[in-house]
């Protein structure tokens, strides 16, 4: 079946503008993580989904940042006036419940230059 | 708080040869642990998970790993390398706390395997 897909792929973005990344969730899955990955690094959690609650947001970087599931599926994770140092894969993960095993997504290469 | 140490950030090995990559943890809780696997351009994928139950933990491909409590480790082996082993790895714990099981990984072990 379909795994998590995230669009676009790539993006590249200049100082200051805004971007607005996609992660289609498995259907059905409750959970919905976003996890930011710098070049080198392991990825790092930024925020947290259950249905359409954010209930931990306490792993975004600024309030530049700001992410939404509105129904409870698609997640839009946005950037505002980004900065070089946001340049990072977006990487978004869900399970079909809370504590069950998640399923990443291929991510979304953001350079911001 | 939950963390994850990933000893070395570099390994090469020869094909058909063992794999070791090594992680330590440090929790305050029985922690889950898990290895995940990402190839260039693909997503992470689980290779395995220990949620308290058999301390040696098998999983996909050949993977298996060894929880010890008393050396707070969590190293991933396997007896017999192949060249589509070649990958990023990461051992990853369960934070805890809040309403979230988010994941906290390590920085990654860069596993080369030579012909």
């Known amino acids: 079946g379909a795994g998590v897909s995230q669009s676009p792929r790539y993006k590249v973005a200049k100082r200051g503008q805004d971007v607005a990344l996609r992660c289609d969730p498995i259907?059905?899955?409750?959970?919905l993580f976003w996890y930011q990955q710098a070049l080198g690094q392991g990825p790092e959690f930024l925020t947290y989904?259950?249905?359409?609650?954010?209930?931990?947001k306490s792993g975004l970087p600024s309030d530049r940042f700001f992410a939404e599931r509105p129904e409870g599926s698609v997640s839009t994770l946005k950037i505002q006036r980004t900065q070089q140092e946001d340049s990072a894969v977006y990487l978004c993960?869900?399970?079909?419940?809370?504590?069950?095993?998640?399923?990443f997504g291929p991510g979304t290469r953001l350079t911001v230059l | 708080a939950q963390s994850v140490t990933q000893l070395d950030s570099h390994v090469s090995v020869s094909e058909g040869t063992p794999v070791l990559l090594r992680c330590n943890y440090s929790?305050?809780?029985?922690?889950?642990l898990f290895w995940y696997v990402q190839h260039p351009n693909k997503g992470l994928q689980l290779l395995l998970k220990?949620?308290?139950?058999?301390?040696l933990v098998k999983g996909i491909n050949g993977f298996e790993a060894e929880f010890k409590k008393s050396e707070t480790s969590f190293h991933l082996t396997k007896p017999s390398a192949h060249m589509s082993d070649a990958a990023e790895y990461f051992c990853?714990?369960?934070?805890?706390?809040?309403?979230?099981?988010?994941?906290?990984f390590g920085t990654g072990t860069l596993l080369a395997v030579q012909p």
């Open positions: 989904f259950q249905n359409e609650a954010q209930l931990d």
């Open positions: 929790s305050s809780y029985s922690p889950s």
């Open positions: 993960a869900s399970s079909p419940r809370p504590a069950n095993e998640q399923f």
């Open positions: 259907s059905g899955h409750v959970s």
């Open positions: 220990y949620t308290s139950a058999a301390t």
């Open positions: 990853v714990v369960t934070g805890y706390g809040g309403a979230t099981n988010k994941l906290i």
